[in-house]
């Protein structure tokens, strides 16, 4: 994968890295095999930081807003 560093390499080439997320997108870096930070530029990280609202705003918006959905009243297999 062409957009993993291992640690020591992301530490000794940083400039590469960072150069690479500004061009190609995030990078990933791994510590002894396993993935543990990923590298990205600010515009990224602001689009990833706006695409996230409150949950109460996801509710309102959705087209089932104004349709009448009651609670499930907690009988199982019993006609209601």
């Given at each position: 994968?062409?957009n ?13 890295v960072?150069?690479q997320?500004l061009?190609k ?6 510590r ?27 509710f ?21």
């Amino acid at each position: 994968m062409e957009n993993e560093w291992q640690l020591q390499d992301a530490k000794n080439k940083f400039s590469e890295v960072v150069n690479q997320a500004l061009s190609k997108g995030p990078q990933l870096i791994t510590r002894r095999g396993e993935k543990t930070v990923v590298l990205l530029s600010f515009v990224d990280y602001e689009k990833l930081c706006k695409a996230q609202g409150k949950l109460s705003d996801f509710f309102r918006a959705s087209p089932l807003a104004d349709s009448a959905v009651s609670r499930d009243n907690g009988k199982r297999g019993e006609d209601i």
